[in-house]
């Protein structure tokens, strides 16, 4: 198995543990932690990406910090419930929360949010990413990126790619793509993946930007065709589909990503402590494996680069929204 920055991981987790051990051991001896099972709040059902994420690595983290990380999901407004919920919570780091690239999106529709997506919050890590994948019906005659490009631009308007829904990470990659290739496709939106994809077996649209662990079975069995992926890297999942980036739009990069978030005020000691526990656990066998399986690609990271990370996304896809007149819906 071919895991994503392993060597950089391991050394993250060196150098991050000693500094818990430096930085943070003399704030812990006052401030003892955790004392009590840890609540993990998750802006979506069972079984959706940030779900996914905080359930593989709570376990391992939970037998690490020697407390329990209990799970509860608030679903609703696109996360945004479970996001306020932890933005008001005490920072003592028995509340965390697990985001998805869902909470900068709304950061760019929603600018009257009752909490701050970024101030509001002190970043623990970037856990994982997932790209969408660019497919098309194989009576499209574009095999490649560069193909599709060209043909957009000799049909002005004229193919439609399918979509789960509107104003989601799939969508905004579409826009997204559309302004850095300078062509244009029309968006037809569906309730569902289970609505688009076979909306798009059936040629009704001749493209679709979906999830890639909603589309991979399909690809594989000849259904329907991969283009690109929309990640900075080609995804351990499926290394064969190459990325947007590398497939003539470089700097181009739309993934959904997972991440680990505590309310602002958080004491440092706990968030380095936190985030040397979510590295350790990213960098088990089992973990990593678990999932790649579900789609999504391990990442890592330290709490600055999570938090310069989070900003950017929401730099990215504010101007997305600005430039395509997107409205929230």
């Not at 679903?75 to 909470?103: F, K, N, Q």
């Not at 402590?273 to 678990?290: C, I, T």
Request: glycine share 8%; hydrophobic share 45%; charged share 15%.
């Amino acid at each position: 198995m071919r895991f994503v920055h392993s060597a950089a991981r391991a050394f993250a987790i060196v150098t991050l543990c000693a500094a818990y051990a430096s930085d943070g051991a003399a704030g812990a001896a006052d401030t003892p932690y955790p004392t009590k099972p840890i609540r993990m709040l998750v802006g979506f059902p069972v079984g959706g990406g940030a779900d996914v994420a905080a359930r593989v690595l709570g376990t391992p983290m939970s037998e690490s910090l020697g407390q329990q990380i209990v799970i509860d999901n608030r679903p609703g407004a696109g996360s945004a419930i479970a996001s306020e919920l932890a933005a008001r919570a005490m920072p003592d780091g028995h509340t965390l929360l697990s985001i998805g690239s869902s909470h900068a999106v709304n950061a760019a529709l929603y600018p009257a949010l009752p909490y701050k997506p970024a101030a509001d919050f002190s970043a623990i890590a970037l856990v994982a990413k997932s790209p969408v994948v660019i497919t098309a019906n194989p009576a499209v005659p574009a095999k490649t990126l560069k193909d599709l490009i060209a043909l957009g631009r000799s049909r002005p308007g004229q193919l439609n790619y399918g979509s789960a829904g509107v104003n989601g990470i799939n969508h905004l990659a579409a826009e997204l793509l559309k302004r850095m290739a300078k062509f244009d496709i029309t968006l037809v939106p569906y309730k569902g993946v289970a609505q688009a994809l076979p909306a798009l077996m059936a040629g009704e649209v001749q493209l679709m930007f979906a999830t890639l662990p909603g589309s991979i079975g399909q690809i594989k069995a000849g259904r329907i065709r991969a283009i690109a992926v929309t990640s900075a890297n080609r995804s351990i999942a499926a290394p064969d589909i190459p990325t947007v980036a590398e497939s003539g739009v470089p700097g181009y990069e739309a993934a959904s990503w997972f991440a680990f978030l505590a309310p602002v005020g958080t004491p440092k000691h706990i968030v380095t402590r936190l985030n040397a526990e979510a590295l350790q656990a990213l960098h088990k066998a089992d973990v990593s494996e678990n999932l790649v399986r579900q789609g999504m690609d391990p990442a890592g990271s330290t709490p600055a680069e999570a938090d310069a990370y989070l900003r950017s996304e929401i730099a990215k896809w504010t101007r997305v929204v600005k430039e395509a007149g997107i409205k929230a819906q």
